[in-house]
């Protein structure tokens, strides 16, 4: 009877955080389309090319809709979008999604390699910083914080590239292998990027953890874990980095957009084909469509992240389950 | 107000540091032409990427420019961007967020408009900005502007919120003290602190963001030198001078350092609880 009244008590907090994310992916969406709309110039003139009578681009533009309303082209739009349609590239005359889809396997690489790197980074400086406030090493850990906010991911990304791959050439200094052509040069080519990246990313991380850990272990209970003579890492970690996992997971989640303009960049100082360097070209051809997409896509993942995150709290905190 | 600042200055030595090589650049911004000995545009040929030297002290491009010459110069529009961005995100959300805090109805309109806003990763939002005004220092401004914008706004609404349940407010206003008054008297004057510490963090964020936009091909047109572009352009030749990256690269992290510093320092300062925690 209780079980089943927990579960019914989960199972609407997992509705009630869906239900909440909708309008923020409305209004994304909203502002993702008015950026188009707002864009200059006119698609039906660039389509229809440079001989093209007036008629003739009228024709285009009522064809393409663009002669509807904001709400008419709106609705279209987000109509096509459900249905997995971001439109069509204005330089290749091909559909975004394809465009993309052929660019996500880098993105999702480095994404996911540079968050590793940024996590096991943070995770033990944050941990050890708060066990011993005030030392060298919390110090340390913090001054690299700060540093990592100060420093530009493409600026790290040089400095590793000069060391790494020219002054010392045991790194490739930029290009990207698929994962398909074995793991060996699939890692070559990553570490570096990733290392940039993550390295950053685990500024804020780090700092958060430390934080998180330093109020969890000024409590009774981590007194009690110590007193009764448990080894110093089981209360670190089984009692303590354990609860304050919530605010480290938050911030995780937060970072993310972080991490998504870092990878723009680290796609554009190493010469990686990922969907960032798809946003640079399409940026200087003025791409629209392309740009719309791939904003919508990183937005909507960010959300959708944030949204996997808050439902996580669960596992982490019983309490927050009922 | 003033005192207060510089006490806190005194007792946090980093963000007096910071405080200090900020204003350095600062002055070495509007002074670019009396520091720099070499007109930044000007090209020449034989000299084309030099190594760092006397006359050349961070080196010289791919087409012979001063590489020195060219990143004071960038010091101004770093500078400049910084502080416009800072002062109308400030400006502007501290009006977002007062509205917010206080009429309920525009309160529900604007915060969603602002968490819409925020879902979308800042630099995304500001590159499609630019990329429907045109890269010009303008419209890199306003971008960067938009996207800080509800930070701050949440910043002032939940701040301002807090302070309506406190007594002294409820006291002014069964008093029957006017809106604008209370307002002006005991709103935005508790707002100062934290809204000086937030303007210190947007004007790092701006700085970095004019710096990425521009290092992309998104922001700061070739034509006036900011380290953005600077970089960019060194991009290609990296192999054979990297000096034209470095340099740029280490003035621009040591500016948004120092304000990142600055920042703490004052919260630091303005916040007890943060006291002797970094």
Same mark, same amino acid.
């Given at each position: 009877m209780c079980a089943a009244l927990s579960v019914l008590a989960m199972l609407e907090y997992v509705l009630r955080r869906i239900v909440a994310t909708i309008p923020v992916l409305l209004l994304v969406a909203i502002i993702v389309f008015s950026l188009l709309y707002l864009a200059p110039g006119d698609p039906a003139a660039v389509l229809a090319g440079?001989?093209?009578?007036a008629e003739e681009i009228a024709r285009i533009r009522s064809s393409l809709g663009l002669d509807q309303s904001f709400l008419q082209r709106f609705l279209q739009w987000g109509g096509g979008v459900l249905r997995g349609d971001l439109g069509q590239s204005v330089f290749s005359g091909r559909p975004v999604t394809s465009l993309i889809a052929q660019r996500l396997e880098p993105t999702i690489a480095l994404t996911v390699l540079s968050l590793l790197v940024a996590l096991l980074i943070a995770i033990p400086l944050g941990v050890l910083a708060a066990w011993r406030p005030g030392s060298w090493l919390d110090r340390g850990a913090m001054g690299f914080a700060v540093l990592g906010f100060s420093v530009p991911v493409f600026v790290l990304s040089y400095c590793l590239i000069l060391l790494l791959? @020219?002054?010392?050439? @045991?790194?490739? @200094?930029q290009g990207y292998k698929p994962l398909m052509d074995g793991i060996g040069p699939f890692l070559r080519h990553m570490i570096l990027p990733a290392f940039a990246l993550g390295v950053l990313n685990a500024a804020l991380i780090a700092r958060t953890t430390r934080a998180a850990m330093l109020e969890v272990l000024r409590q009774d209970y981590i007194r009690t874990a110590q007193a009764k003579g448990l080894p110093v890492m089981r209360v670190l970690i089984g009692h303590a980095l354990k609860n304050a996992a919530i605010p480290i997971v938050t911030i995780i989640g937060i970072s993310f957009a972080m991490l998504i303009s870092g990878v723009v960049v680290t796609e554009t100082v190493f010469n990686i084909p990922g969907v960032g360097r798809l946003t640079v070209d399409a940026i200087l051809r003025r791409d629209y469509p392309v740009i719309q997409g791939v904003i919508l896509l990183f937005s909507v993942a960010y959300v959708l992240l944030n949204l996997l995150i808050d439902l996580s709290y669960g596992l982490f905190d019983p309490r927050i389950r009922l | 107000m003033n005192a207060g600042v510089a006490q806190a200055m005194r007792r946090h030595r980093g963000a007096a540091v910071g405080a200090a090589l900020l204003a350095a650049m600062a002055l070495a911004a509007i002074a670019a032409p009396l520091i720099a =000995? $070499?007109? %930044? +545009? &000007? $090209? #020449?040929p034989f000299d084309r &990427? +030099?190594? %760092?030297? #006397?006359?050349?002290w961070f080196g010289t491009d791919q087409i012979g420019r001063d590489v020195f010459s060219r990143t004071v110069y960038g010091a101004r529009v770093s500078m400049m961007v910084g502080c416009v961005v800072a002062l109308t995100a400030i400006f502007s959300g501290l009006v977002l967020g007062l509205l917010a805090g206080f009429i309920r109805w525009v309160d529900g309109i604007l915060m969603r408009v602002m968490d819409g806003l925020m879902a979308i990763p800042s630099i995304l939002l500001a590159i499609a900005l630019v990329a429907i005004s045109g890269p010009s220092i303008r419209s890199i401004v306003i971008a960067i502007t938009i996207a800080e914008v509800p930070r701050v706004t949440r910043l002032v609404r939940g701040q301002v919120i807090a302070l309506r349940g406190q007594l002294f407010i409820e006291a002014a206003t069964t008093a029957g003290t006017s809106v604008p008054v209370i307002l002006y008297r005991h709103i935005v004057p508790n707002l100062l602190a934290p809204l000086l510490v937030q303007a210190s963090y947007v004007f790092a964020a701006a700085v970095m963001t004019e710096a990425v936009l521009s290092f992309i091909g #998104?922001?700061? =047109? %070739?034509e006036t030198p900011s380290w953005g572009n600077i970089i960019s352009e060194g991009r290609t030749v990296f192999q054979l001078a990297p000096h034209i990256v470095l340099f740029p690269s280490l003035v621009l992290s040591v500016m948004v350092l120092s304000v990142n510093i600055l920042g703490d320092g004052l919260r630091d300062a303005f916040d007890p609880r943060f006291t002797g925690q970094r």
């Open positions: 440079d001989q093209a009578s791959a @020219v002054a010392l050439p @045991v790194l490739p @200094v | =000995p $070499i007109d %930044p +545009q &000007l $090209i #020449a &990427l +030099q190594d %760092p030297d #006397a006359r050349y #998104a922001g700061v =047109p %070739p």
